[in-house]
C-alpha cells in the first residue's frame, strides 16, 4: 500500500469523525427546564431586609471571585416572591424558606426548589432613650400590637408596608395585618430619624441594621436610642437580642436568613450559595452579629 494512499485514508477517517462531531454539536437539545440554567450575569432578588448581610457576603464574594457577575435586586417580600414565580429570578433571598403554596406552584412549572438557610436573624425592638419602655413582657407584646389596645399611644414602626416582619409577627401573634397597630414609612433611613424625633415610637428592625446601620451613625446619634429588651414570662428574665440567646432559643422573635433556589442556577449562583454556606460566609455572618447555622471552624497548630 503506497504511502499517499494511507494519507489519503487517514485524512478521510480525521474528516469523518470531524463531520461527526459537528452535527453533535448543533443537534437540537432536549433539556427540561429543570436542566436549564440562568444566564452567565446572575440577578438575586432580596428582601431589603436581608441587605445588611448579603452586601457583607457579596463583597467578599467577589473580592474572592473577581470574574463573578453578581447582581442584587433589592424589594419587599411581595416583590421578590413575584420574580421567582414569574422567572426573573432563580435565586431570591427571603427572612423565611419558601412556604408549601409556593413550593408546589413552582413545581407545577417542572422546576426543582431548594431553601438553605444561611443565618439566624431577630427582629429587634428600637426606641429613643426619653420612651420609657426598656422591657416589653412577652405575653403583652400581642395586645400591644393590635389596634385599639390600651397602649396604643406606643406607636410601632417598620420601613414598608409589605415588610416581611408583618408576616411574620402575624403568624407569631395570631394578628390580622391589617389590624395591627404598626405604621409604615419608606425605608431604614426615614425610619431611624422617626425613632429619634419620637418618644413615643417602637421600630421593629433586623438584627443586622443594628450592627451595620446604627453602629455607623455618630456616637451622639447613638445615646439618643436604645434596645428594649423582651421579658420571658415563664423565667421572668429580660432577653436581648444577641448571638447567645439566638443559640439557646429564649429570644422569641428570631428568624432566618433563607437562599431559595428555583431548579438549577448557573455557576456563579452555586458558588456564591457554596460561599455563604462555608467558613468564610459563616464567619461574616457572625462578624455581623448573627447567628451562623455552623459556626466556623478554628484550627490550633502546636509546637
Given amino acids: 500500500m503506497s504511502f499517499n494512499f494511507v494519507t489519503w485514508l487517514v485524512k478521510l477517517v480525521i474528516g469523518f469523525f470531524v463531520l461527526m462531531l459537528a452535527f453533535s454539536c448543533h443537534s437540537p437539545s432536549n433539556q427540561t427546564k ?29 473580592s474572592q471571585n473577581p470574574n463573578a457577575n453578581l447582581q442584587i435586586v433589592y424589594g419587599d417580600e411581595h416583590v421578590v416572591t413575584t420574580s421567582i414565580f414569574q422567572d426573573s429570578a432563580r435565586l431570591v ?6 412556604n408549601s403554596g409556593e413550593v408546589k406552584y413552582i413545581q407545577s412549572k417542572s422546576y426543582s426548589t431548594k431553601s438553605i438557610k444561611i443565618a439566624e436573624d431577630a427582629i429587634v425592638l428600637i426606641a429613643n432613650n426619653h420612651n420609657l419602655t426598656n422591657t416589653i413582657v412577652w405575653d403583652s407584646l400581642s395586645g400591644m400590637l393590635q389596634k385599639g389596645n390600651k397602649n396604643e ?7 414598608k ?3 416581611g416582619h408583618l408576616k411574620y409577627l402575624a403568624q407569631r401573634t395570631k394578628i390580622v395585618e391589617d389590624k395591627m397597630n404598626i405604621y409604615a414609612v419608606e425605608d431604614s433611613v426615614r425610619l431611624f430619624e ?27 446619634e447613638q445615646s439618643k436610642m436604645k434596645i ?24 422569641p422573635l428570631s428568624k432566618g436568613v433563607y437562599l431559595n433556589l428555583k431548579g438549577n442556577v448557573a455557576d456563579d ?14 464567619l461574616i455572618v457572625l462578624k455581623m452579629g448573627l447567628l451562623p447555622v455552623d459556626m466556623p471552624s478554628r484550627a490550633y497548630y502546636v509546637k
Fill in 34 to 62: 429543570e436542566e436549564e440554567t440562568i444566564s452567565k450575569k446572575i440577578i438575586i432578588y432580596a428582601d431589603d431586609i436581608c441587605k445588611e448581610i448579603l452586601e457583607a457576603e457579596k463583597t467578599v464574594f467577589e
Fill in 194 to 220: 422617626y425613632i429619634r424625633s419620637h418618644d413615643n415610637a417602637i421600630a421593629l428592625v433586623p438584627l443586622s441594621w443594628v450592627e451595620n446601620i446604627l453602629l455607623k451613625n455618630t456616637v451622639a
Fill in 93 to 98: 433571598c427571603l427572612t423565611r424558606p419558601l
Fill in 269 to 282: 449562583a452555586a458558588n456564591f450559595v457554596n460561599f455563604c454556606m462555608k467558613d468564610v460566609g459563616q
Fill in 161 to 163: 408596608n409589605q415588610s
Fill in 228 to 251: 428594649i429588651s423582651i421579658t420571658n414570662t415563664e423565667r421572668g428574665e429580660e432577653v436581648m437580642p444577641d448571638q447567645y440567646h439566638l443559640s439557646n432559643g429564649t429570644y
Fill in 153 to 159: 399611644k406606643i406607636v410601632f414602626v417598620i420601613d
